[in-house]
């Protein structure tokens, strides 16, 4: 595996379910993000690791619970969302957040909330 | 309040057709600005940084550059490949949140063969 990669590449969930998106980078990283896609609009930042601790919360609700276990993986997991979560879910890496920050990106995950 | 803005929207070129694209920023100083190619489906590729007005940067057709206000992404005699939505973001040199980048919404480009 090089570069990002994200699992599942689509989902569909009930508004009750849990499920959680995966995320790992293969780059030798040490910050980490999730942003959230939607049509016309533009990226949303959620979360931002550090070396494995969060630096950001861009104001994202409860529903969405991030876990950095270590530099190189990165989970999103997901309880009672609404229909309006529905969005493709991109992960992110780079070498630092904060500084010189080209960010890698993952090819995603498209959420369906029924 | 930090703002990206993309124009425009579309661009729809025939093949060979070159065009420019542009995205105009205003944000509390500069870190650098950044290029990417997004395919539907798929996480944006990154292309390109500017760090400081009057840089310039090309990778086979494409051709950025970057001023105080703004940058513009040449595209030079395309392809039908290069159809992809462009996406420019700009990254803070200090205050909030001065490493996060502002996304703006991007242009949709279709090239005709």
């Known amino acids: 595996e090089t570069g990002v990669t994200q699992t599942p590449r689509h989902l569909v969930m009930g508004m009750t379910n849990k499920k959680s998106l995966k995320c790992e980078q293969h780059?030798?990283?040490?910050?980490m993000y999730w942003y959230k896609q939607s049509a016309k609009k533009p990226l949303e930042l959620m979360f931002v690791y550090n070396f494995k601790e969060q630096t950001e919360n861009n104001s994202v609700p409860s529903r969405f619970s991030p876990e950095c276990p270590n530099s190189s993986h990165l989970f999103l997991h997901l309880h009672t969302l609404q229909p309006e979560d529905s969005a493709l879910y991109l992960c992110?890496?780079?070498?630092?957040?904060?500084?010189?920050?080209?960010?890698?990106f993952g090819p995603g995950t498209r959420l369906t909330v029924l | 309040e930090d703002q990206v803005t993309q124009s425009p929207e579309a661009l729809r070129l025939q093949e060979g057709e070159s065009s420019s694209l542009n995205c105009s920023y205003t944000?509390?100083?500069?870190?650098?600005l950044f290029w990417y190619r997004q395919d539907p489906g798929k996480g944006p590729e990154f292309l390109f940084t500017?760090?400081?007005a009057g840089e310039e940067k090309e990778k086979e057709r494409l051709k950025a550059t970057l001023t105080k206000k703004e940058s513009f992404l040449h595209i030079t005699a395309p392809k039908p490949e290069d159809s992809a939505t462009y996406l420019c973001?700009?990254?803070?040199?200090?205050?909030?949140?001065?490493?996060?980048?502002?996304f703006g919404k991007g242009t949709k480009l279709s090239v005709k063969p």
């Open positions: 500017l760090y400081s």
């Open positions: 780059l030798g990283h040490n910050a």
């Open positions: 992110a890496s780079s070498q630092l957040a904060g500084i010189y920050n080209e960010q890698f």
């Open positions: 944000v509390s100083g500069l870190r650098g």
């Open positions: 973001a700009v990254q803070r040199s200090y205050g909030g949140s001065q490493g996060n980048l502002i």
